[in-house]
């Protein structure tokens, strides 16, 4: 499935890297859901994903939310980043739920978590971002 507003030759570079993989926007709950595949080039030698890139996953799954929420339109830009690492993730698939808490015109909340195909929290995180216009190819300078 792909992304509102989004095509496979407007993915954001970061996506083969993280083997992201949009599945699904809850309209309802401003939940969207996501699949990663990490790669062990991800992990460290104790075998899980080194932190500052379980980082980049949480941000993914939450900023997805933030795009689906306004139908491709804006993207956030994080202004602060928190989380919490629960338990190693390893190498594979692993699960990601992102959600919009609340959406204003200059503040943006959002909140992620990591799980294990069994339902597991590995990782959670919030985020306070603030809206901006979702850049548009000739921007970014990627194909459109």
Do not use: C
């Amino acid at each position: 499935m792909t992304m509102p507003g989004d095509d496979t030759d407007q993915q954001s570079p970061h996506t083969d890297l993280l083997g992201s993989e949009f599945v699904s926007f809850d309209s309802a709950t401003s939940e969207a859901t996501m699949r990663f595949v990490v790669k062990k080039a991800m992990t460290t030698w104790r075998g899980g994903v080194q932190g500052g890139l379980v980082a980049g996953y949480l941000d993914d799954v939450m900023g997805y939310a933030y795009v689906a929420a306004t139908n491709g339109a804006q993207a956030p830009l994080n202004l602060e980043l928190s989380m919490s690492l629960l338990k190693l993730i390893p190498e594979g698939p692993i699960i990601g739920k992102g959600r919009v808490v609340k959406s204003g015109k200059r503040v943006i909340f959002l909140e992620g978590e990591l799980l294990a195909e069994d339902g597991t929290v590995l990782a959670r995180a919030t985020s306070t971002a603030i809206p901006t216009a979702r850049p548009t190819a000739s921007e970014t300078g990627m194909p459109g």
